[in-house]
């Protein structure tokens, strides 16, 4: 009876000894927004984005993934099929760099570089959620020049150039060989904030909050003929969040640990 205790042990402590293993790689795709210039195409990637993640893999189902992303978004009135928007002909770009922890989970039992042979699947779709800490910086451009808008305060709001936002998606995981995976996945990230493009409210009465600078009301009210600019009159869809995601494959490499457990 002892002998079969400890030999129960010793695979159970093997086992999971083994089944946790660190896991480091890169992405490569692209970025996208919705918001107040995009509030109805999910699919709309613009921009080149890439990253880099490193992941704790606990079991063939559960991960933590820390993770860094780099992008770029952009919006555009003038492109829109919405004859207000183009009216209001508003736009803007951004940077995007974010720092997120996320929680994967494997639909199907997955854990690559599989040596001791515990029965997972060389591919899993898989679904994940998290939090992240972001900045951006809303740019336009206006007679030549780049304009920072946050100094702008086209709506005469101050606002942060960082916010919080909450990561979450979908992929599926793909064991080349060996400890090789190529990643393909989807994220969207929902900001706690409504001014990453720089649009949220009402068109602000300049006669009573004065400009923060000489371009403000200029930029604030870009439209042309007729000009809709009224104080007061709405400038954003009074939604509370932009959203901004992210969609590209990761070619990752899984360390897997080759030890004995002690007793």
């Known amino acids: 009876m002892r002998r079969l205790i400890l030999i129960t042990l010793f695979s159970l402590g093997f086992t999971f000894a083994s089944a946790q293993t660190w896991e480091a790689g890169g992405f490569l795709g692209s970025s996208g927004y919705m918001g107040d210039i995009n509030p109805v195409k999910p699919l709309k990637f613009t921009d080149l984005a890439f990253g880099a993640q490193i992941k704790r893999n606990f079991d063939g189902y559960w991960s933590a993934k820390l993770g860094f992303m780099q992008g770029k978004v952009q919006g555009n009135d003038a492109e829109s099929s919405n004859s207000y928007q183009r009216d209001r002909n508003l736009n803007f770009y951004s940077p995007i760099s974010e720092l997120s922890l996320q929680v994967e989970f ?3 039992k997955y854990l690559a570089g599989d040596i001791y042979g515990y029965g997972t699947r060389r591919a899993s779709p898989y679904l994940f959620m998290g939090v992240a800490a972001f900045s951006f910086n809303p740019l336009t451009q206006y007679n030549g020049d780049e304009i920072e808008l946050i100094a702008v305060q086209t709506e005469a709001v ?3 150039n960082n916010a919080i936002s909450v990561p979450y998606g979908a992929g599926v995981k793909y064991n080349i060989k060996g400890n090789f995976n190529l990643i393909g996945e989807i994220g969207y990230r929902t ?4 001014y990453l493009d720089d649009i949220s409210g009402r068109y602000p009465d300049f006669t009573v909050v004065s400009p923060k600078s000489p371009i403000t009301q200029q930029l604030s ?5 007729p000009k809709i600019g009224i104080p007061g009159n709405q400038r954003g869809d009074f939604r509370p969040r932009d959203t901004y995601m992210f969609a590209g494959i990761s070619l990752t490499y899984t360390f897997v640990p080759i030890k004995c457990p002690t007793f």
């Not at 900001?191 to 409504?194: N, P, Q, R």
């Open 158 to 160: 101050t606002y942060k």
């Open 106 to 108: 494997n639909l199907f």
């Open 191 to 194: 900001a706690f904030t409504d």
């Open 221 to 225: 009210d870009r439209s042309v003929i």
